[in-house]
């Protein structure tokens, strides 16, 4: 479960002017529930998920992830969280078991426990062919498939995917899109973020359309159409974000 | 600070894996000692026993009793002066390194118990023309010195009667120094150099590299607390400086008691040393390593990029290149036993090191360079745990 309330977030751009990436977001996320968050590049929708995994910490609002508050109990937080990007990579030099049993120490993880958990993400995300093999080795797509399975090692009740499939092929994509169907069959709470029109009507259950860091409208896909009178979600997309401009 | 050991571990088999830190850690520094302390070795025994000069002289007939220690030695070739040669001209050409000129009425000027001058001509922007001049000064003198004995004993006069005193040198018993007092002027410098150098090849990947990557957000998103990512990457860089000087350190013992021939002006000491000076020498270095390691890594943490990340590493190479260097000639001036010494890092860690190498170590300048050090490597420490909790120092790419 999330529950974020009048979050924000703000840096100092050039010439010292306040540049406000995200203002005042609020929404909840339930498990079993996988929310989009769908906006362009720059909407503010990874300055938003840097601050649930606590990563950044927020300039004003609240936010609980699982229960924990992302300023009070970070590492709590980050305990109960996995998280996915575009630009979090893997390291060259290790294996793909390597990197999985890696985090799976940062997570505490140990012993028999460390060794039953991996083979089982390995089986799951079907790694073992390159399991040994240099990450620095992989295609693209054996690398998502790693990245996937150290992010959920530890078993987190809560997943941030931030366009997890922006550069990868359709094959590739199609995995990934599979995979958080699974996890929110297993009763994760989900948070996907995208600028995919497609893979958002596919995948999210609910959808926030977020643009200047703020957010235009929630809802589920029907709700969005209704509000809106239009059918496309693009065409959705961009009578909203016209409506925050 | 739950999980700084799996970050070192997991950097050592990066590290282990990766070429570059191989070779620049523990093969570049072996190798580097063993060339230089080779090099060295080879040039200063040339010098002193192999290099050959030329002479010429424009009075064979004179100057061959005089000679006579030169001829011996096999180390000179003697010519006649070709008749009108410019002497500044062969000199300036190196077709000679030294010119011995004899008035043209040497013979009987001599004869008549006369004090005829001889000119001997080097050329001062040389240094084979000094080193030349020197040791035909040297026979000369000893030529002069058993001439003059000659003539007052002809007369019959003691020629010890004219000598104000006697002189004898002996050597101090001031303990045995490692190597020689040669490989304890340079000896703490290339040590030193090590201790820097060694981990510049993993610093750039260790915080901007990760940055760059993206590796980075992963391991913040991870529970593991920003202290204990901090500490686990400068351990494992001060780890990889530490292989590195004591892969220097090998390096000169190998060829301390290698006893090549190649080296023996080098080593003209022994390569033994006390325990209390190899205590001087771990207690010194180690501070200095962690100082070292944990400056680096502020650098490689501040830095947008890897290659701003070298930027930072030229500049910062020149803050410890010149007090290491200033230890090479610091023997001979009178700062190596001036108070102040202990208070420039770097250069107290080369005064220590040297000190220990001549088994003089002083505990005084010892325990404060012990202190600054480590005083400079808290205040490092603590500025790379500071810039690991801000966030707009992580995010800088």
Redesign the interface.
Known sequence: MITVENLAKSFYGPKRTVVKAVDGVSFECRPGEIFGLLGANGAGKTTLLRMLSTIISPTSGRATVDGYDIVEQPAEVRQNIGFLSTTTALYQRLTAKETIQYFGRLHGLSGRNLRDRTAEVIELLGIAEYANRLCDKLSTGQKQRVGLARTILHDPPVLFFDEPTAGLDVLASQTVMEFIEERREVGKTVVFSTHIMSEAERLCDRIAVIHAGRLAAIGTLDELRSLTGKDRLEAVFLQLVQEVV | M??WW??YR?EL??FA??KRVLFSAIVGPLLVEVLIIGIFGYVFRAVETEQRYVLFVNDMAAAAPMLEPLRVSKRFTVAELPRDADIDAVLKAQVTDVVLVFPPDFAARSKAGERPEVELYSDPNEQTSQIAAGVVADALDTFRATERGRRLQARNLDPEAFEAFSLVQRAAKTGEAFGGSMLSSFLPYLIIIWAFYGGFSIVSDLVAGEKE???L?????????REAIAFGKFLALATVSLVATISALLGVVAMGVSKLEITETMFDGSVHMSLGSVVAVVLSLLPLIVFFAASLLALSTIARNQREVQGYLSLASFLVLIPAMMSQFIGYTDAATSKWIAFVPVLNTATVLRQALLEKVDYRTLAITVGLSALLASLALLLVVHLFRK?SVL?RT
């Open positions: 739950k999980g799996s970050i997991k088999l990066e894996r990766d990557r993206g590796t957000e992963t391991l913040l998103v991870s529970p593991v607390s966030e995010f």
